[in-house]
């Protein structure tokens, strides 16, 4: 429990387990999740600069309750910015943002990523575009 706090880099401590129970349904099944990234995330592989800038943007907006000019703030972008690289993640994903389900996948597709280190290698600590 108190590892899969760390790598959600969850703000607060974790009291109870009971917090975390979605985790485990989504790491149940590790190959499926796998897939998941692969097929969801993996097109951002072909971004300038590699996923991971990308996959930070994702995660801020996720983070931010899907509010632009908050994961712009939270990303030091202007709105602008964010907005071109949310285009630029639906060119390259073929996803939509303002549709529930492609917003259900990428989302649960971030956080699976960061769950087991999604892509092998990539500095996602880092929002650089």
Do not use: K
Not at 35 to 61: F, H, I, K, N
């Amino acid at each position: 429990v108190l590892r899969v706090g760390e790598r959600m880099e969850l703000p607060e401590p974790v009291l109870h387990a009971e917090d975390l129970l979605v985790f485990p349904v989504l790491t149940r099944d590790r190959q499926a999740m796998y897939d998941l990234m692969d097929t969801v995330l993996g097109p951002l592989e072909e971004a300038r600069g590699g996923a991971g800038p990308l996959l930070v943007t994702l995660r801020e907006y996720f983070e931010a309750g899907c509010v632009s000019a908050e994961a712009a703030r939270r990303l030091n972008l202007s709105v602008r910015a964010l907005t071109y690289r949310l285009e630029r993640i639906r060119t390259l994903t073929g996803l939509d943002l303002s549709d529930s389900l492609d917003r259900y996948s990428l989302h649960t597709a971030v956080i699976g990523a960061r769950l087991f280190g999604w892509p092998r290698g990539a500095r996602t600590e880092q929002a650089a575009g």
